[in-house]
């Protein structure tokens, strides 16, 4: 084992790889032997390129490495190391196993352990959902909402109730756009198709693609799904777009939702006659995190901050409440 900074088994470094044992980066670039990408987003799959050439292995669950792929984002395929959750593989005297984390399909927690020591890195996540890594010498861990000021007073379902019965009145007057990211967008088709929506859906075909994985994964069904250029303005049709089309579809004749966490007025708040922010998020909220940190019980934490932005509060915070010794890197 090489230990990290402070000869920690675990650190974050400044170019946000997550460093787990002497082996092993997550989510970041470090000239490791192995790599592993918890999950498809942007800002977990950093350096991937680098990675793919220098490392011997990158590291996904199944479902991952399809939305890599449809993502073009492209692994060598002999580098490429499918791994379902709770199935340890041993890499140089190092075991690496990915855990269940609910976040976007496919998503994964972290453990690596070596001799002498147990470290974890969560990912991103939100509860329930993601069954909280114990033992652990070494806890990293994702805190997007990082402080109360960001804490949200509605639940997930509280959201997606909203969402669905807005959905539902945009329908009986023509088109309903949805507007969130990769793999939020698909997780909320299976969840109104859960609640009885059964107005058809479109979306362009990258969104097509990641909604027929993330079906098989949560296995719900979404048809009808099409892709968009075969809808005509005004049906009652539910549009899934990338949060980026916003600016320039929200003109359109219709009813248009943006999902996003960051609303803290309201579960649903409106902008105007047709535009509402519904207050939907995929990460854990700041509550959520200390739960699962209290239920962990990790001899220490790392909190992410270089994708957080509150962290060094949020480790203040868990040393203080908690009394677990917390820093925040990098
Ligand atoms: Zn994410």
Same mark, same amino acid.
């Given at each position: 084992m090489r230990p990290?900074?402070?000869?920690?088994? %675990?650190?974050?470094?400044?170019? @946000?790889?997550?460093?787990?044992?002497?082996?092993?980066?997550?989510?970041?670039?470090?000239?490791?032997?192995?790599?592993?990408?918890?999950?498809?987003?942007?800002?977990?799959?950093?350096?991937?390129?680098?990675?793919?050439?220098?490392a011997l292995f990158v590291v996904a669950t199944p479902v991952t490495l399809r939305f890599l792929s449809v993502l073009g984002k492209r692994v060598p395929p002999h580098k490429v190391l499918e791994l379902d959750y709770d199935r340890p593989v041993e890499v140089d005297g190092e075991r690496l196993t990915l855990r269940r984390a609910r976040h976007i399909a496919g998503s994964a927690q972290v453990e690596v352990e070596g001799s002498g020591f147990r470290v974890g890195y969560t990912g991103d996540f939100k509860l329930p959902g993601t069954p909280p890594m114990?033992?652990?010498?070494?806890?990293v861990v994702d805190a997007t909402y990082g402080s109360p000021a960001s804490q949200r007073r509605w639940g997930e379902w509280d959201a997606i109730a909203a969402l669905a019965s807005l959905v539902e009145e945009g329908l009986r007057m023509g088109t309903v756009y949805i507007?969130?990211?990769?793999?939020?967008?698909?997780?909320?088709?299976?969840?109104?198709?859960?609640?009885?929506?059964?107005?058809?859906? %479109?979306?362009?075909?990258?969104?097509?693609?990641?909604?027929?994985?993330?079906?098989?994964?949560?296995?719900?069904?979404v048809d009808p799904l099409v892709t968009h250029d075969k809808v005509v303005d005004g049906e009652p049709v539910v549009v899934f777009?990338?949060?980026?089309?916003?600016?320039?579809?929200?003109?359109?004749?219709?009813?248009h939702l943006r999902l996003t966490g960051m609303e803290l007025r309201g579960v649903v708040y409106r902008v105007s006659d047709n535009v509402y922010n519904v207050s939907f998020s995929d990460h854990a909220s700041f509550r959520e995190v200390i739960e699962y940190i209290e239920e962990a019980r990790p001899r220490r934490v790392i909190v992410d901050a270089y994708? @957080?932005?509150e962290?060094?509060?949020?480790?203040?915070?868990?040393?203080?409440?908690?009394?677990?010794?917390?820093? %925040?890197?990098?």
């Open positions: 990290e900074r402070g000869g920690l088994p %675990a650190a974050v470094s400044s170019r @946000g790889a997550i460093l787990l044992g002497g082996r092993v980066e997550a989510d970041g670039y470090a000239g490791r032997l192995v790599r592993v990408v918890t999950h498809a987003h942007e800002d977990h799959t950093i350096g991937l390129a680098s990675s793919s050439r220098r114990r033992d652990l010498d070494v806890l507007y969130g990211f990769n793999g939020k967008l698909q997780e909320v088709m299976v969840e109104l198709r859960v609640r009885g929506v059964s107005a058809p859906f %479109a979306a362009d075909p990258r969104t097509v693609q990641l909604a027929r994985i993330a079906s098989e994964f949560y296995g719900v069904s777009a990338h949060t980026s089309r916003f600016r320039s579809s929200r003109r359109r004749p219709g009813l994708r @957080g932005r962290a060094r509060f949020t480790a203040k915070y868990i040393e203080r409440r908690l009394g677990i010794p917390a820093e %925040a890197q990098p």
